[in-house]
């Protein structure tokens, strides 16, 4: 009996030390992967249609394979941080132009940046950022309190301005920024395809959310768009004398743009614009944030980016006195910006849906075959990466290294200066971002390519 009775404790002692590890493992972030999230593809303002949690986006590299672990990371950068690979090898695995990813299949992610918990590693995610090297934090209670209320239903509808305001727009998927005033410096610069419209918030999102809805097949979410559309269209009939108010509106918004660029007004049909691919702006400046209107709304809502409330944004504004405003993207599913880099810091917050990254140091310049200086696109990429046929063409760009992230909503990328970057936008999706100040660390990899870090400001 007594010989029973232990074998049945050592068994019961079993037994609950494999349930606690279970339990513990099942409690703790898992390497390999990008996250367990709820595949929601339509939950976008309000649309409660939900499927069941998925892996959809997986880390490929092992904590071993890495040197480090992404979600404990050493408390000073490793020297080979963060690792690399051959770009090519990252868009042979997953090609840009592929966006849609629906279960079983998942993606494999060439992923190395650090993760950081902002309530638990805050000082360590520091450290990193005054390094001046790329991360990721997140669980910043006030980004995902922005991230909440802006995917709140009918929040951004209701609060956003009605008039049409600048917009990006391409018959194709793949953006180049261009600074036309820049044309005459080069005679045979041909302009790429994309271009300038105006649009209210309102018809961006049902173009962008009936894209989503092709795409995955969604009756829903397609019923939803019909309405929306049917909104519209019976708000435009019924403006009647007002349409004349809205076109002048509408070429002031499109005039008032300041990069150079060859405006275009909406002569679109409807047919033609459920072709096109769109990029809706919002940018907002503190200049104009005392006033009631889009820029209040921004920094009031983003309080982590505004530099008069150093005590919610100090860690977001390295130098809040170079801070250059708020700038919103709102992007479609499918819509890529070309590589390039910026001569500042930036810190990028996603407030809904997914983005995927590719970045490389700054150092890898030489490799990517860059538009000059002084050159309508130049520090961008002056050829589609997407397509292998160019890369026979452009020899060193198989020696360009780089890694990839997938963020999601809740998520802030710390981007240093000149550090590359090539968006793809896998669904309907918010990105807002600050810039704060110019570092000077890759200022002879930069010069050695032909380009020049502005002056310091201080």
């Known amino acids: 009996m007594l010989a029973a009775a232990t074998l049945f404790s050592s068994a019961l002692l079993f037994l609950t030390t494999f349930i606690f590890k279970s339990l513990a493992a099942n409690l703790m972030h898992n390497n390999d992967e990008i996250s367990k999230q709820e595949h929601n593809p339509t939950n976008h303002h309000g649309n409660t249609k939900t499927h069941q949690t998925t892996e959809l986006y997986r880390h490929k590299f092992s904590t071993q394979e890495l040197g480090y672990d992404i979600y404990n990371c050493p408390s000073i950068?490793?020297?080979?941080?963060?690792?690399?690979?051959?770009?090519?090898?990252?868009?042979?695995?997953?090609?840009?132009?592929?966006?849609?990813?629906?279960?079983?299949?998942?993606?494999?992610v060439y992923h190395s940046l650090c993760i950081f918990d902002y309530g638990t590693q805050l000082e360590v995610a520091r450290v990193y950022r005054d390094k001046e090297v790329p991360f990721i934090i997140r669980n910043d209670p006030k980004v995902t309190a922005a991230s909440k209320k802006w995917t709140t239903p009918n929040y951004l509808l209701t609060n956003l301005p009605s008039d049409k305001i600048y917009t990006e727009r391409s018959p194709v998927n793949h953006f180049m920024f261009y600074n036309a005033g820049r044309r005459e410096v080069h005679k045979n610069w041909i302009k790429p395809l994309n271009d300038v419209t105006a649009m209210r918030y309102d018809e961006w999102l049902e173009r962008s959310l009936e894209r989503d809805a092709v795409t995955l097949g969604d009756e829903e979410l397609m019923r939803r768009v019909g309405e929306m559309r049917q909104r519209r269209l019976a708000r435009e009939l019924s403006s009647g004398g007002e349409n004349e108010k809205e076109q002048g509106r509408e070429e002031k918004a499109v005039d008032d743009a300041d990069?150079?660029?060859?405006?275009?007004?909406?002569?679109?049909?409807?047919?033609?614009?459920?072709?096109?691919?769109?990029?809706?702006?919002?940018?907002?400046?503190?200049?104009?944030?005392?006033?009631?209107?889009?820029?209040?709304?921004?920094?009031?809502?983003?309080?982590?980016?505004?530099?008069?409330?150093?005590?919610?944004?100090?860690?977001?504004?390295?130098?809040?006195?170079?801070?250059?405003?708020?700038?919103?993207?709102?992007?479609?599913?499918?819509?890529?910006?070309?590589?390039?880099?910026d001569l500042s810091r930036n810190m990028i917050a996603l407030l809904e849906g997914e983005r995927?990254?590719?970045?490389?140091?700054?150092?890898?310049?030489?490799?990517?075959?860059?538009?000059?200086?002084?050159?309508?696109?130049?520090?961008?990429?002056?050829?589609?990466?997407?397509?292998?046929?160019?890369?026979?063409?452009?020899?060193?760009?198989r020696n360009a290294l780089h890694s990839e992230v997938v963020m999601k909503a809740g998520d802030v990328l710390y981007l240093p200066t000149a550090w590359f970057h090539?968006?793809?936008?896998?669904?309907?999706?918010?990105?807002?971002?600050?810039?704060?100040?110019?570092?000077?660390?890759?200022?002879?990899?930069?010069?050695?390519?032909?380009?020049?870090?502005p002056s310091s400001k201080k």
């Not at 490793?78 to 990252?90: A, F, L, N």
């Not at 042979?92 to 849609?100: C, F, I």
């Not at 538009?371 to 397509?387: E, I, L, Q, T, V």
């Not at 000077?440 to 870090?453: D, I, P, R, S, V």
């Open 356 to 397: 995927r990254y590719i970045i490389g140091h700054p150092g890898q310049c030489d490799n990517l075959y860059l538009y000059p200086r002084g050159h309508p696109s130049g520090r961008h990429a002056s050829f589609d990466w997407s397509n292998p046929t160019n890369w026979d063409l452009h020899p060193k760009f």
């Open 422 to 453: 090539y968006i793809v936008n896998l669904s309907t999706n918010i990105q807002c971002n600050i810039r704060s100040g110019i570092s000077y660390e890759n200022k002879n990899a930069l010069k050695e390519c032909g380009f020049k870090l």
């Open 77 to 108: 950068p490793p020297e080979d941080y963060p690792k690399s690979w051959p770009v090519t090898d990252i868009i042979t695995n997953w090609n840009p132009n592929d966006v849609t990813t629906l279960p079983p299949r998942h993606r494999d």
């Open 259 to 341: 990069d150079g660029a060859n405006h275009q007004h909406s002569d679109e049909n409807e047919d033609q614009k459920k072709l096109n691919w769109y990029y809706w702006r919002l940018n907002a400046f503190l200049e104009q944030a005392e006033e009631e209107g889009p820029d209040k709304l921004v920094f009031e809502d983003l309080p982590f980016f505004d530099p008069r409330k150093l005590k919610e944004s100090g860690f977001y504004l390295v130098d809040p006195r170079d801070q250059r405003g708020i700038n919103c993207r709102f992007g479609m599913r499918g819509v890529i910006a070309e590589s390039h880099c």
